[in-house]
């Protein structure tokens, strides 16, 4: 028998979750809440070519002010986290088997094998198993019958976690899923599709967001190489009005006294090289997400039922509710799923749904059903409310 246990999470559950992250994943999370400084290098590199350095030391002061004031709303955050953040709704189940990881809860469940798993945090309140940085199932002891319970749970899994780094395991099978969980009673909708991962699709996603009307395209080796053009002859100009003494221009390489046209000028150069720190920010951040979806599973199947999805994939099998989802978004190429704390939770390709008997339909209906999962549970939350004249809304 596999050991499990089943719990409720509070908001006060969720700072577990930052308590076990490592400092270079602090750091990491941390730069990417000053990813708006990284823009501005190339102002400096600008200011450093025309030899401004007065405007220089004052982009240094505003990166530092800047700086701080970012560093502040990244604590204030941070610290309001607890508060802020969706709690799953409640109980949830966690079983300990040989080859995988079971969850089940109001919102879904899954089968992750162990070789998913990041890492395994056990503190004094919770053990917390990470399937991310930042993302973890948290059980806190006092879920637990008694002390050497929680100790038993979280040596098992543990064991288990070290075991999946030694040697190949089995993934969990879609039959498998299908069976324990009686699958077959679910009203399906649309019979099995699957794809091969768009590595280009899912990183531009993740990085850019959804873009419907394809206003906002990834940039490009080519495009990034144009867009360096009219600052380079911007900046000629500038060395020219700067360098040269147009009245005596037998007198070269004296420097003439800057003019308002050089001044416009430095700030039209200014604009264009904030507009190509931003693409060259967004096109790392996109070779580097491409680089970590390549690491992923490439195959994906799914299932779609009246209840939710269903999807399976070398990384595990499970089956989201349309209650988990808080809201879908259009893509010209994909739809895109949220979860409750506005994070990308599911992506379907269109060309995956145009490849159905019926596209159109099924995408209206997709959104009906999420759309209706999310009034029930609106009313859920007002009943429990009217029942309880004290509770205020905010507490759930």
Known sequence: MPLEVTYENESSDIIEVLQGMSWTERLQDYFRALTLLTILWPIALLLVIVQEWYFLMLLGVFVLMVGVLLTGIYMWMVARLKYKVAVPPGKQTLRLFNDYLEFQGDRGCCRLPWSYIKRIRISKNSVAIYIESLRAYIIPRRYFDFPEAAEAFANKAEELFLKAQQQTMPPPTWEDFHRDFKLAEYNLIQDEVQWEKNLSLESRLIING?????????????GLA??????VILIAALIALKTFDWDSPRLIGTPSEPTFFYYFLLVLATFFMLILGQQISNFVRYWRERARQAKKPRLTRMWIYREGIATWTEEGVGLDQWGLF?????????????????QMSQIIPKAVINKTSRPDELV??????????NTNQEEIVLAEVSDNPYQSPSAQ
Request: glycine fraction near 6%.
């Open 364 to 373: 209206e209906q997709i959104h009906r059903l999420v759309e209706e999962a």
């Open 226 to 231: 144009v867009q360096f053009i009219f600052p």
């Open 210 to 222: 959804p873009d419907p009307d394809g206003t906002n395209p990834m940039p490009t080796p080519g």
């Open 326 to 342: 808080g809201q879908i978004s259009d893509d010209r190429e994909a739809m895109v799923f949220y979860d409750a704390n506005r």
